[in-house]
């Protein structure tokens, strides 16, 4: 008999509002929301980082054990937050020492912590150890990113974790750049398993946590349909697994969290949404405008991770080509990581004082604002797996610019086939500036501007029809054959 309500544990790094750094929160706080209203039970578990909203919230102890390393243990706990609080159970496993730090994977230098493999590794122990002492209480695993890519491994092989071994996994990819690889040293940091199976850890002579997801889940999807087209040619070593293991993958586009980013009450906006589209860009756009000696140009903003994936460097270039020969645009950028960008855009922005404006920074506040006060949005991806600046930008009336790849190539059809924005072929300043061209006649051509705002702001960006395909996923996977 097919599993009509599933019980789903959703393993992740990241839930907004918890804990952000990317997209991954933005979908894991808003797809389990989804997922209620399609006969999905879903819960949550991550880490229980040094953050506000942990002790902020209530909560209850629901269980407490400890890990056994070769020469150590080490204890955790089990905590849990109501469903009435995020609109689906939250679950936080607590381990001293490894995530109660206030930054979810940098260091205050900005590089990932040494610990990492400690961190990971215990992280998924702890959730499976926990689990396993009460199998029932969930029908699926749905892990998300190589953080807890060891887990569908460790279900099936590992002999601490037995009454797992038939449970259904789900594997989300939302981005394969990251792959979790660790030295096979780390091998002693993973509970007794069958080590006719360690096959399925390694690739490319290192444990690869998301290659063994590859092989050890029963189902994976990619963010987006477009990003599961390019895997199978454009994967940094990972090529012939996703060639193999292509049966059982499939494509779901992420969606919008319509609760968080409505124009109508989005919380972070001092200008709502009423009547008139073109009162709310304008007020909202005023709001943005104080840097800048000519507020009436057209605003073009950049809001990402400075990452060489998000082509942050070929795009700051391009901002400063077409500034030497036209100061006919201004330029928000905020974002922050990579420490060489975050000095290129602040050396642009010192450069060209008048038109660019550099925030090194995370503010999700000032984010909404700029995806409801911007003209443009640019998104210069060389990877992107779905992406969804460029749809909180079309939500908001701000016309996105991208890089025709990945989620992107989906969302964001050009305007010269009737879609949805700018949309350029490779990512060069030739083609960036290309593309600023376009849109500033775009600009220029009011009427057109005015219906393409209106347009973009009607399409459905919301997660019910994925959620839907999710659901019948997890219901398929329960179903016997
Ligand atoms: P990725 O997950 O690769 O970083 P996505 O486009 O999927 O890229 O999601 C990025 C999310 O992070 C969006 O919600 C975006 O608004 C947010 N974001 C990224 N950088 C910043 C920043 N500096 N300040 C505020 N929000 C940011």
Redesign the pocket.
Known sequence: MTQTTPRILMACSEC?PVA????????VGALPKYLTRCGVIPSVVMPRYDLPWFYDHEHELIHEGYLQYPHTVHPFRVIRYAPEILGFELIAIDLPGLFDRPSVYLDSNGEGYRDEPLRNISFQRAILQWWNSEPDRYDLLHSHDHMTGLMPFLMRHAYAYKGLSAKSVFFTI??ALHRGRLSWSAMSLLPHFDTWQSGLLEWDDAIDSLASALRCSDKINT?SPGYLEELPATSQGLEWIFQHESHKMIGLL?GVDYEVWDPASDKYLAYHMKKSLEQFKKKNKEALMESFENPDLPLFIF???F?H??GVDVMLRSIHEHLLVRQDANFLI???GDKDLEYQAQNLAHTHGAHVSA?V????E??HIM?AGADFLL?P?RV???????M?SMRYGTVPIVHHTGGLKDTVPDISVGGNGISFTSVTTGDIMHAMHRALELYRDQPAMKSLRKKITSINLSWDASAEAYAEEYRLLLSPT
């Open positions: 907004y952000k750094v990317g997209g991954m929160a933005d979908v939302h981005n963010v992420n809001i990402g991770r990452a994936q998000k905020l974002g922050s925030l920074d995370y503010n999700e000032l984010s995806y998104m991806s992107e797996p779905c992406g969804l600046n460029q909180f």
